[in-house]
Nanobody
Framework: QVQLVESGGGLVRPGGSLRLSCAAS????????MGWYRQAPGKQRELVAH???????EYADSVKGRFTISRDNAKDTVYLQMNSLEPEDTAVYYC??????????????WGQGTQVTVSS
């Protein structure tokens, strides 16, 4: 059984910072890409940031320059450092990982989501 467990969400004032973490646990061969998505009320889930195993990152235009994704492959963990937060960043943030369960089987997994609220 593979699980992604997120932490680090909360309430923060505009201009503040938060750091999200997502750790994978269970039995698997390795993890390919890891990333963060978010879903605001009434909106579709959207990509926030994504990183390959080798460290190549991509970001949504709305967060470029403010958010930084990183990962620790030894800990099977991905992080999202969020700075200069804006009310528009309010959403449930979901961790995603492409997990290689065997040499031939890659499965997409999602975390349970963590709420980020930016409000004064």
């Amino acid at each position: 059984q593979v699980q992604l467990v997120e932490s680090g969400g909360g309430l923060v004032r505009p201009g503040g910072s938060l750091r999200l973490s997502c750790a994978a646990s269970g039995t698997f061969f390795s993890i390919n890409a890891m990333g963060w998505y978010r879903q605001a009320p009434g909106k579709q889930r959207e990509l926030v940031a994504h990183m390959t195993r080798g460290g190549s990152a991509e970001y949504a235009d709305s967060v470029k320059g403010r958010f930084t994704i990183s990962r620790d492959n030894a800990k099977d963990t991905v992080y999202l450092q969020m700075n200069s937060l804006e009310p528009e960043d309010t959403a449930v943030y979901y961790c995603n990982a492409e997990i290689k369960r065997s040499l031939l089987l890659v499965t997409d997994y999602w975390g349970q989501g963590t709420q980020v609220t930016v409000s004064s």
